[in-house]
């Protein structure tokens, strides 16, 4: 019997608080749990705290992960809450991603404030953003506009806009909608003409690769077809060296046992893009995106991939 509360990790951000507190409330409820059976511990990481540059910068991904994972692998923590856009292919050893909760809204939200529609904005209009994706789509579809990087919290990115920073920012429906704030959103974003990151959307949990405990203790609220569509994307984000220097979308879908995975890689201008549809059974879902990526990669050619090197 559990005798301690259970210590979940996470970084102190509204939208981390957030879904710390879905996953505290879907296990609460999975094992008739009272709140005081769960602690969530904040953290603060490098990715938060270094916020004037961006992060291909400073390290990338694993920026948001390293001190989460270090409490994680000691046994100080008992499983960590992440966006599963935020995380590197390459985990340490020793721990995985055991559990996804189940995904929301994919698609990129567009905050305009002197257009609604990010086609309505004028040309030299600026948008900010932190993703190099998002970036490089805008680039791909209006390469009038002038793109700068925007990086924070969604508070301060919304205060930057707000301030005149920028015309107009992109953030992550499903984050809006978990802190509550879709209000702010003038358009959605069409994934087939803009692609979400591969993980967007996606709540996942990382725990000790060797702890029974843990993994049954996750078990009933991990939902099989996004953990299955994120098998997918992930094996096509490593199979592209994915990093924060690597514009890459990737979104896969699940239906009656059947995976549907739209890929692209641009370069950072958005001027040359290569991308991919693939189907197939969604028990072959890492084969099918590692293969999707490794096709990417031998038709895009070296070259290609020295644009961000």
């Not at 919290?153 to 879709?182: F, P």
């Not at 046992?257 to 991308?275: A, E, I, K, N, R």
Request: glycine share 8%; charged share 25%.
């Amino acid at each position: 019997m559990q005798m301690k509360p259970y210590r979940i990790g996470t970084r102190g951000s509204p939208l981390a608080l957030a879904q710390a507190s879905e996953t505290r409330a879907r296990l609460m409820a999975a094992h008739d749990l009272p709140e005081e059976a769960f602690e969530i511990v904040v953290l603060s990481t490098k990715g938060d705290r270094v916020t004037d540059r961006p992060l291909s910068e400073i390290g990338g991904k694993g920026l948001f992960t390293e001190e989460i994972e270090e409490q994680l692998s000691d046994g100080r923590l008992d499983l960590a809450v992440h966006s599963t856009k935020d995380m590197p292919t390459s985990l340490p050893d020793g721990l995985d991603l055991i559990a996804y909760l189940e995904r929301e809204d994919v698609r990129d939200a567009f905050i305009g404030r002197t257009a609604p529609r990010l086609e309505d904005l004028p040309p030299n209009a600026v948008v900010g953003s932190a993703s190099l994706r998002r970036q490089a789509l805008i680039r791909r579809l209006r390469p009038d506009l002038s793109v700068i990087t925007f990086r924070g919290q969604v508070e301060t990115r919304l205060r930057k806009l707000d301030e005149g920073q920028a015309d107009a920012t992109l953030l992550a429906h499903a984050g809006l909608k978990r802190l509550g704030n879709t209000e702010v959103i003038t358009e959605l974003l069409d994934p087939e003409k803009f692609p979400p990151a591969p993980g967007q959307g996606a709540i996942c949990i990382e725990a000790r690769s060797n702890d029974e405990r843990i993994a049954q203790l996750l078990a009933p609220i991990n939902h099989v077809d996004t953990h299955v569509a994120l098998m997918c994307e992930r094996a096509f984000l490593a199979a592209l060296d994915g990093s924060c220097r690597t514009p890459i979308a990737g979104h896969a879908t699940i239906e009656d046992g059947h995976l549907s995975f739209y890929g692209m890689v641009l370069t950072p201008d958005g001027s040359v893009w290569h991308d991919i549809r693939t189907t197939g059974p969604a028990g072959d879902a890492a084969e099918l995106g590692a293969d999707a990526g490794a096709e990417i990669r031998g038709r895009a050619g070296p070259a290609f991939f020295e644009t961000w090197a």
